[in-house]
């Protein structure tokens, strides 16, 4: 039998890092031994014997956690939003001097949005226009939301590669944020209201027709599948990969 994956979470008392704790608590190859919050001495992890971490703090936050847990040799799956290309970059550097030590950024774990994503990429080059709506619950403290980054990215590289011309838009007069966030040329508009979890739509028009592909987690549940994935695969994956769907066969 292989050793157990001995788990620390952080950011344990949040919507998330709650939610994880009973899922790493029932899965049989796991053993929690750390759940720190805000106050908490990032030491604790290591007296606590942890071999992985997985990081559901808060932006501000995120990058020190996951520094220390690589320079201690802890893997790390992480959720939190705000890696950005520059801490991304920075991440990578430090892996290379702890060339056994994996890290998974994901900005969803949901199997549905990661699909939805994919669906973007695959159908940004057959039309001329392409926008994100995001929807999530109010306490969210970032905007556009990871997710939509990340799907903005994957649809503008997939149109760079296909030599797709930018989306149409005769707009010449705005109030400011009217046309939303421009992410690597993609619009993205977020909404907050109060009973949402976390949702997007990305909305594809060309002349005649729309596909609409949306994706709705309407329970944090639908994350727990992907963490414990992220936490089964992140030691055999050395460095960093940036999406969950590094880790699935998305393939047809
Ligand atoms: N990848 C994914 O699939 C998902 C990612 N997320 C992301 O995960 C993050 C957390 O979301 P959510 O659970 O809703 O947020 P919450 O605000 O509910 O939880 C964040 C928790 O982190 C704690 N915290 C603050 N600072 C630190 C610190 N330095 N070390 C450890 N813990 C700290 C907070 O404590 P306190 O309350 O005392 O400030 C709080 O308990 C967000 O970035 C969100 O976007 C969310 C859902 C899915
Ligand atoms: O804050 C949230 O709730 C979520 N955050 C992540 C994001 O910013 O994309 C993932 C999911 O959308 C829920």
């Not at 550097?93 to 990429?121: C, H, M, R, Y």
């Not at 939301?145 to 705005?174: F, K, N, Y």
């Not at 909404?191 to 997007?200: F, P, S």
């Not at 709705?216 to 639908?222: I, N, P, T």
């Amino acid at each position: 039998m292989s050793a157990q994956i001995k788990v620390a979470v952080l950011g344990a008392g949040g919507r998330m890092g709650s939610e994880a704790i009973t899922a790493v608590k029932a899965a049989e190859d796991m053993e929690l031994v750390a759940a720190l919050g805000r106050n908490d001495e990032l030491r604790a992890v290591l007296d606590a014997g942890a071999t992985h971490i997985v990081d559901l703090s808060v932006p501000a936050a995120t990058e020190q956690n996951v520094r220390f847990a690589v320079e201690n040799g802890l893997h790390a799956v992480v959720g939190t939003t705000g890696w950005d290309d520059q801490k991304r970059e920075s991440l990578c550097e430090l892996l290379q001097s702890k060339p056994d030590v994996g890290v998974l950024i994901a900005p969803n774990f949901a199997l549905g949005a990661v699909l939805t994503s994919a669906f973007a990429a695959t159908a940004a080059k057959y039309f001329e226009s392409v926008e994100i709506i995001e929807l999530h619950h109010p306490n969210k403290v970032d905007a556009p939301s990871g997710t939509a980054v990340r799907t903005a990215e994957l649809i503008a590289t997939a149109r760079q590669d296909a030599g797709v011309a930018p989306s149409p838009d005769a707009t010449e007069t705005q109030l400011d944020g009217a046309r939303g966030a421009v992410v690597d040329g993609v619009h993205v508009h977020s909404v907050r209201l109060r009973g949402l979890v976390a949702h997007q739509e990305v909305l594809l028009g060309g002349p005649g027709e729309q596909l609409t592909l949306r994706h709705d987690s309407f329970d944090r549940a639908s994350f727990m599948p992907g963490v414990l994935l992220g936490l089964r695969t992140v030691a055999s994956r050395p460095g960093l990969t940036y999406g969950l769907d590094g880790y699935l066969e998305l393939g047809a």
